[in-house]
């Protein structure tokens, strides 16, 4: 077995709930050979410097996420795609102990194939910023605006996207027009939506 960073210890003794849970799955990936780190403050597996799985705990439940788990095979059905708006990871999600014990060669396998997809340079294809829907409100900001459109245009795909979406979640016009005034000046400021 790979060795336990110290670094990610707190990410495990944090949790509230899943303890037995978390060291379970913390003791598979380590057992599949991959390398412990503290990435965004969570427990992040990787071969060869790749990022392969996060270990997560969540107030319903704890899970595997796997960077690039669209891409793999799914033969039983267990990864999950967060909400519609996540394009590449998938997640294996556990209830309790026994669940982890009775998957653990399916974990171990799912484990070594997502290390194999990343050797083997795959890459997810992720939509286009321009397949967001835009919503009216912002579109006629930005039709009135060309400063402000500019704005937009420039910056990174992944931070329009996250305006994009922020926008559209929005139920009612009046909150989509609030949200995009509100947030105009730091598009302006080339920033993103939580720079």
């Not at 309790?96 to 799912?110: D, W, Y």
């Not at 890459?123 to 397949?131: G, I, P, R």
Request: with cysteine; charged share 30%.
């Amino acid at each position: 077995m790979n060795k336990m960073n110290p670094k990610v210890d707190f990410c495990f003794n944090k949790a509230k709930k899943w303890q037995e849970e978390l060291k379970k799955l913390r003791t598979i990936v380590l057992d599949c050979g991959l390398t412990e780190e503290l990435k965004w403050g969570q427990a992040c597996y990787t071969s060869q410097g790749r990022n392969i799985v996060l270990i997560h705990a969540f107030k319903e439940y704890c899970a595997l996420l796997f960077f690039k788990g669209v891409l793999l095979k799914d033969p039983k059905g267990i990864l999950i795609q967060q909400t519609e708006n996540v394009q590449a990871a998938r997640q294996i999600r556990f209830t309790n102990i026994q669940e982890i014990v009775k998957l653990k060669p399916v974990l171990k396998a799912c484990i070594n194939e997502a290390v194999k997809v990343e050797k083997s340079g795959l890459k997810v294809v992720l939509k286009k910023t321009t397949e967001f829907n835009m919503p009216e409100e912002f579109k006629n900001k930005l039709d009135k605006n060309s400063r402000l459109k500019k704005a937009f245009e420039v910056l990174t795909p992944g931070r329009q996207r996250a305006y994009l979406l922020y926008f559209s979640a929005a139920k009612q016009s009046e909150t989509r027009v609030a949200r995009v005034e509100k947030y105009m000046q730091q598009i302006l400021d080339g920033k993103g939506l939580n720079d």
